[in-house]
C-alpha cells in the first residue's frame, strides 16, 4: 500500500500531538483535582476550623463572664446593673459559640453533601457527630448556668455552691471537648493541605514523565522517519553524482512507496533512458558526428528538413599514393590501413570543433561553422586543423610497415587538402528514409577543386583567398596563382598554408619572398626575371614543386608569349 510522505508527516504529527495532548490532559485533569482539594480547604476547612477555635474561644469567654457574675451577686447583692450587664454578656457569649459551633457543622455538613469533595467522609462525619455532642454539652452548660442564676437570686448559699461545682465541672468538660475537636479539625486541616501538595506533586511529576515520554517517543519517530527518508535520498543523490560522472549503469533500489519512491523509480528510468540515447550516440556517432547525432536526440525539430544559409569553411583532403599502396593487399588489410588513416585524420578535425561530414574512400570532407564553432574562428580553425593532419601523416607513414606487414617496397604516402570559405546552405539533406546533415555550395566544389588543384602545383594544401582574409595573420601564406576552376567565371586567388606564425623554417620563407617576386614578375610578362626568381626559390627549398611548375610554365610562355588580353590567369581544367 502506498503511503505518501505527507501522510507519514501527517502521521508524526498526529502522534506527537496526541501524546502531548495526553500530557495536557493529565496536568489539566490533576490540576483540577488539586484546584478541588484547594477550594475545600478553603471553603470548608479553614472556615470550619476557624468556628472551631472561635466557639472554644466564646465558650471561655462565657464561663469567664459567669464567674464575675457569681462573684458580683456575692460581693456586692445590690449592684443589680453590674449584674445584668455580666449576665447579657454571659448570655451573648453563649450565643456566639452556638452560633460557631452551628457554622462549623453547617460547613462540614455541605462537605458531606457534596460528592465531588474529598473521600475522607468518615473523619468529617465523626467530627459532626463530635460538634454536634459539644452543642449539647454546651446547652447543658447553659442549663446549669441558668440554674445557678436562679439559686443567686434566692440566696440560698447550698444551691448555689451545688451549682457553681455543677458549672466549673460542665465548663471544663465542654472546653475540654471543644479543644480536641479543634486539634480533629486541625488535624484534618492539616491532612487536607498536605495532600493538595502531594497530589500537585504527583501531578507534576507524571506530567514531566508525560512529556518526557512524548519528547522521547516523538524524537525516536522522528528519527526513524527521517532516517527512512533521508536514505533513499541520499542513495538517490550518489546516484545523481555517478550518472553525472558518467556511470550510466547506476540504478537505485526503490525502497519505499511513497513520493520518494516514484521518484527514484522516474530517475532509474531517466538513467535508462539517458543510457538508451548515449548508446544511440555512441552507434550513431560511429557513422556521423557525434555532436550532430546530440543535437539531433536532443532536438528532434531539425529533422524537420528545412536548410540555412551561412558562411562557413570546408575541408577536403585526400591520401596520395594510396593506389600504389593497395596493389596486392587483401580487403582485411586494405580496410585497416584506410581505417587507420582516417583516424589519424579525423582526430585533428574534431579537436580543432570541426564536423565530418563523410568519408569518400580515403578522402575526408569537414566542415566548420556556427553552431559548432564561433564565426569568426572558423577559417582559422579549418586551417589548423590542416596542419595538424599533416603532421599527423608521419605518424601514419611510420606506422606503414607494421599496418601492411612489409618492411620493404612501401610506396610513399601523401595527403592533399584543400580548403575553401564561403556561403553554404547547411540542412538535412535527403529523403524520408535516410537523410544527411551536410553542406551544400559554391564553397563545398571549390574546396574540393582546390584539393585537386594541389596535383597540378605540386603542393599539399591550398587554400581561398577568403579563408586567407579570415584567418587573418595566426598563419603564414604564400599566394600560389590565380585560377580560374571549372563552374566559375570570375578568377580565384590560390593560396598555400605554410605553418603557423613563428613556426615556418628561414629557408620556406626565403623560399615563399623569391616566390611571390617571381609570380608578380610572372604577371608583368617579365619573363628572364621571373624565371631567375623561381630558380632562387628552389635553390632555398629544391623539392618546391610550385617554383618548379611556375619555372616551366615561364620557359613556355617566353616560347608561345600569351596574347595581348592575358591577366595572368590559369584555367585549370582538371579535378
Known amino acids: 500500500m502506498k503511503i505518501s510522505v505527507g501522510v507519514k508527516i501527517f502521521g508524526v504529527v498526529v502522534v506527537l500531538l496526541i501524546l502531548v495532548g495526553a500530557a495536557a490532559w493529565y496536568n489539566a485533569l490533576t490540576a483540577e483535582s488539586v484546584q478541588s482539594l484547594i477550594v475545600d480547604v478553603h471553603d470548608t476547612y479553614v472556615p470550619a476550623y476557624g468556628n472551631l477555635a472561635r466557639a472554644n474561644l466564646r465558650s471561655v469567654e462565657e464561663g469567664l463572664f459567669a464567674r464575675r457574675m457569681v462573684i458580683a451577686k456575692l460581693q456586692s447583692p445590690d449592684d443589680k446593673d453590674g449584674y445584668a450587664r455580666l449576665k447579657q454578656l454571659a448570655t451573648e457569649k453563649s450565643q456566639e459559640a452556638d452560633a460557631d459551633f452551628a457554622a462549623a457543622r453547617q460547613v462540614i455538613g455541605e462537605e458531606l453533601a457534596d460528592p465531588a469533595s474529598l473521600e475522607n467522609k468518615l473523619e468529617l462525619t465523626r467530627l459532626d457527630t463530635r460538634l454536634e455532642f459539644l452543642q449539647s454539652r454546651h446547652q447543658d452548660y447553659d442549663a446549669v448556668l441558668t440554674a445557678l442564676e436562679g439559686a443567686l ?65 516523538g524524537a525516536l519517530t522522528a528519527a526513524l522517519f527521517t532516517v527512512n527518508l533521508v536514505r533513499p535520498l541520499r542513495r538517490l543523490l550518489r546516484g545523481t553524482l555517478l550518472v553525472q560522472q558518467g556511470a550510466l549503469d547506476t540504478e537505485v533500489p526503490v525502497t519505499s512507496r511513497d513520493e520518494v519512491g516514484e521518484l527514484t523509480a522516474s530517475f532509474n528510468s531517466m538513467v535508462k533512458e539517458l543510457r538508451s540515447k548515449a548508446r544511440i550516440r555512441e552507434t550513431f556517432g560511429r557513422y556521423v558526428d557525434p555532436r550532430i547525432v546530440e543535437g539531433l536526440i536532443d532536438q528532434p525539430d531539425r529533422l524537420a528538413g528545412t536548410g540555412d544559409r551561412r558562411e562557413m569553411t570546408v575541408l577536403f583532403c585526400d591520401m596520395k599514393g594510396f593506389t600504389s599502396l593497395s596493389e596486392g593487399m587483401t580487403p582485411a588489410g586494405m580496410v585497416r590501413i584506410v581505417n587507420r588513416y582516417l583516424a589519424l585524420m579525423s582526430e585533428p578535425v574534431r579537436r580543432n570543433h570541426g564536423i565530418i561530414d563523410k568519408y569518400i574512400g580515403d578522402s575526408i570532407m569537414a566542415f566548420w561553422g556556427p553552431p559548432f564553432s564561433p564565426v569568426a574562428e572558423h577559417a582559422r580553425l579549418a586551417c589548423a586543423a590542416g596542419l595538424e593532419q599533416l603532421a599527423a601523416l608521419q605518424t601514419f607513414r611510420a606506422e606503414l610497415p607494421d599496418l601492411t606487414g612489409f618492411r620493404r617496397g612501401i610506396p610513399q604516402i601523401d595527403m592533399r587538402i584543400g580548403v575553401a570559405t564561403g556561403e553554404v546552405i547547411v540542412g538535412n539533406i535527403g529523403s524520408d528514409v535516410s537523410m544527411s546533415y551536410t553542406v551544400m555550395g559554391d564553397a563545398v566544389n571549390f574546396a574540393s577543386r582546390l584539393e585537386g588543384a594541389n596535383k597540378a602545383y605540386g603542393t599539399r594544401f591550398l587554400v581561398g583567398a577568403r579563408t586567407v582574409e579570415m584567418a587573418g595573420e595566426a598563419l603564414v601564406f604564400r599566394e600560389i596563382d590565380q585560377l580560374l576552376v571549372e563552374g566559375k567565371h570570375e578568377p580565384q586567388h590560390v593560396y598555400e598554408v605554410l605553418g603557423r606564425q613563428g613556426e615556418v623554417p628561414l629557408p620556406i620563407l626565403a623560399m615563399a619572398e623569391h616566390y611571390a617576386q617571381g609570380l608578380a614578375d610572372y604577371r608583368e610578362r617579365n619573363w628572364q626575371a621571373a624565371e631567375a626568381a623561381f630558380k632562387a626559390a628552389l635553390e632555398a627549398m629544391p623539392e618546391d614543386g610550385a617554383s618548379l611548375v611556375f619555372l616551366h610554365r615561364v620557359q613556355h610562355l617566353e616560347a608561345k608569349p600569351p596574347p595581348p588580353d592575358w591577366k595572368g590567369v590559369w584555367t585549370l581544367t582538371e579535378k
Open 153 to 217: 437570686e434566692k440566696g440560698d448559699a447550698a444551691e448555689e455552691k451545688r451549682r457553681l461545682d455543677e458549672l466549673d465541672r460542665h465548663r471544663d468538660d465542654l472546653n475540654a471537648q471543644t479543644d480536641v475537636a479543634r486539634r480533629e479539625m486541625l488535624t484534618l486541616l492539616g491532612g487536607a493541605t498536605q495532600m493538595a501538595a502531594e497530589k500537585q506533586a504527583r501531578a507534576v511529576r507524571i506530567g514531566l514523565t508525560l512529556l518526557g515520554l512524548a519528547l522521547a517517543l
